[in-house]
């Protein structure tokens, strides 16, 4: 751990210790798609080796326009934080959907690649 004898019992950890922020399998209920909508619950998690900062979470079409977007605060080194639920219709999806975690870039990250997720094509279909 970061707090040995030379640390003096300071809660700063090393500087070269960075956040690792990633979008997880999201869960969807197709229970609505009669109504044209699903409910999606997203995890997003921290695995890196410092808490992240506040970031944006943006969900997002085939063409990259924004379709719904959120604001995820302190997430702890090692933990998860689960977004939802967050109503999308079939004409907000399209043809396929994606989301970015720290869309904004305000964390610096030790892998950046990890922050997106394809989620496909229309559940309902």
């Not at 506040?54 to 997430?75: C, K, M, N, P, Q």
């Amino acid at each position: 751990t970061w707090n040995n004898f030379r640390s003096g019992g300071t809660d700063q950890r090393p500087a070269h210790w960075m956040a690792d922020l990633a979008p997880e399998e999201p869960t969807i209920c197709t229970d609505e798609c009669d109504s044209g909508q699903v409910l999606l619950w997203l995890p997003v998690s921290n695995s890196g080796l410092a808490d992240s900062p506040s970031f944006v979470v943006r969900f997002a079409d085939a063409a990259g326009v924004t379709i719904h977007e959120e604001v995820v605060g302190l997430l702890p080194s090692s933990e998860s934080a689960i977004l939802g639920p967050i109503f999308l219709t079939s004409a907000q999806w399209g043809s396929r959907s994606s989301v970015i975690v720290d869309a904004n870039e305000a964390v610096e990250e030790c892998d950046e690649s990890n922050n997106e997720r394809d989620l496909g094509g229309w559940p309902c279909e």
